[in-house]
């Protein structure tokens, strides 16, 4: 939350509560205490507002974390399935459509690496 909003309510509730120790019937800029009490209390409601949908955002995080997690179950299932259903497979048009590598388009693995020569048999 800004430091300034943090501040500046701060700010106002020192001055409610050293007008209503100190002078409380009397008025300042043309108002009594009640007056200002309602010219100031925007920033207090938009901290609150602010608040609120802070919270409100955290629980639609929460919310797309357990859509993405049943989500990808889903996807777990249709990939699974499109293995092992007949006429598609892992080697598949399909199967590397949807982003996996056809087993046709896998490479060995194995390496060859180049031998150097030790620094004994120079």
Do not use: C, H
């Not at 309510?9 to 205490?33: D, H, K, Y």
């Not at 200002?36 to 629980?59: G, H, N, T």
């Not at 199967?95 to 690496?113: D, F, N, P, Q």
């Amino acid at each position: 939350m800004s430091q300034k909003l943090n501040r500046m309510i701060e700010r106002i509730e020192v001055f409610q509560a050293a007008w209503l120790e100190n002078a409380s019937t009397a008025e300042f800029a043309g108002m009594p205490l009640a007056g200002f009490k309602e010219a100031v209390k925007a920033p207090a409601d938009l901290r609150d507002e602010i608040l609120m949908l802070a919270q409100q955002m955290e629980r639609k995080q929460v919310e797309s974390l357990k859509a993405i997690a049943t989500a990808s179950e889903v996807l777990d299932l249709v990939v699974n399935s499109v293995r092992g259903t007949p006429g598609f497979g892992t080697d598949s048009v399909l199967y590397g459509s949807i982003g996996y590598v056809r087993k046709s388009e896998r490479k060995t693995g194995l390496t060859r690496k180049k031998r150097t020569p030790s620094k004994d048999a120079q």
